[in-house]
């Protein structure tokens, strides 16, 4: 099936750092968004994209859709303890109806 | 905060057995989701349901797995026999069909021994 490689895998930073994580795939995809899960729990939406080039924000959190909509960004700034999760992009291909195809997510540990 | 809500939140069953999970989406969304997750294979698209018609379920086992919607409350994901490579939690997400995103409920962790 259709692959979104997300990188790093993991994230060990501390308190205060500035992070940042990608989504890249093969595919061109016309909406890209980001989720947060934590443990216990379903994914939470933080961000949604919908236009190449897109820049947007929510709180401490910029997320951007690729100029060639092969792949998206996402940067927290200022971290902290509660940014502890995991982080997934998801993707809706161009002419894949609305089906989600999700990334292998993020982990990310903050230390105080 | 509108929710969507998914039962049990934990199953431990048999091999063998029959298992039924359901899932209230959220009021007025269209689209509805069944989602695997498991260590290995991450989140996984199994079926999705547009104004109550299936819309592909490619990604589910035929021979076992079904989903069905017999109301716009209603999804419903049923394994028979379950086997212990079911073992996974088992996510429903609804939204509005287009580019809205989806809500996630909180998930049932099937645990198949």
């Known amino acids: 099936g259709q692959q979104l490689n997300q990188s790093p895998q993991s994230m060990f930073i501390q308190e205060g750092e500035d992070v940042s994580m990608n989504c890249t795939s093969s595919?061109?995809?016309?909406?890209w968004l980001w989720y947060k899960q934590e443990p216990g729990e379903g994914p939470v939406l933080l961000i949604a994209l919908y236009k190449a080039g897109e820049l947007t924000s929510n709180g401490r959190l910029t997320a951007q859709f690729g100029i060639t909509r092969k792949d998206s960004f996402l940067n927290i700034s200022a971290s902290i303890p509660s940014d502890v999760g995991i982080y997934f992009c998801?993707?809706?291909?161009?002419?894949?109806?609305?089906?989600?195809?999700f990334g292998t997510g993020t982990q990310l540990k903050v230390e105080l | 905060d509108a929710r969507v809500t998914q039962t049990p939140r934990h199953k431990v069953t048999e091999m063998g057995q029959e298992v039924t999970m359901r899932c209230q989406p959220i009021?007025?969304?269209?689209?509805v989701f069944w989602y695997r997750q498991t260590m290995m294979q991450g989140l996984e698209l199994l079926a999705y349901f547009r104004n109550r018609a299936p819309l592909d379920d490619s990604g589910m086992p035929k021979d076992r797995f079904s989903a069905e919607m017999p109301d716009a409350t209603l999804a419903t994901l049923k394994i028979q026999p379950s086997e212990p490579r079911d073992s996974a939690v088992y996510f429903c997400a609804s939204g509005y069909g287009g580019n809205y995103g989806y809500t996630f409920g909180s998930g049932t962790r099937l645990t198949v021994v």
């Open positions: 009021l007025g969304h269209n689209t």
């Open positions: 595919s061109i995809f016309n909406t």
């Open positions: 998801a993707g809706q291909l161009a002419g894949g109806g609305n089906k989600l195809t």
